[in-house]
């Protein structure tokens, strides 16, 4: 996040660290109950990100927008659950292998001299 100067843009703005939580209680007054432990969704775009938390899409009444029901979309008021699971730690691995593999599909590498 940047914060703006004083001309109000965010051009030459301090770079600060705030995570979504932080950033709705502190300067939006929202309070989230389950945010901090929630992924958050991003509806920016790909070059400008931006990140909401469930909770703010919750409580925002998608189902009453006009633009929405214009185009016939639809929405629920209540969140599903999904099933997920945790992904096992990465292995990691050697350099000498990875130069060996490299090697193998075509490529040289020459990285430390060998």
Do not use: W
Not at 4 to 28: A, L, M, P, Q
């Amino acid at each position: 996040m940047k914060k703006k100067n004083e001309g109000g843009s965010h051009d030459d703005g301090e770079v600060i660290k705030i995570s979504v939580c932080d950033y709705f209680t502190k300067h939006r007054c929202v309070e989230l109950t389950y945010s901090a432990f929630m992924p958050c969704v991003d509806v920016g775009k790909p070059n400008k990100p931006i990140y909401l938390p469930l909770e703010a899409i919750r409580n925002y009444s998608f189902y009453d927008e006009p633009v929405l029901a214009a185009c016939e979309i639809s929405t629920e008021k209540q969140l599903i659950q999904v099933e997920g699971r945790v992904l096992d730690a990465p292995k990691a691995v050697s350099m000498s292998l990875y130069r060996l593999v490299m090697v193998k599909i075509g490529f040289l590498v020459m990285a430390g001299g060998t």
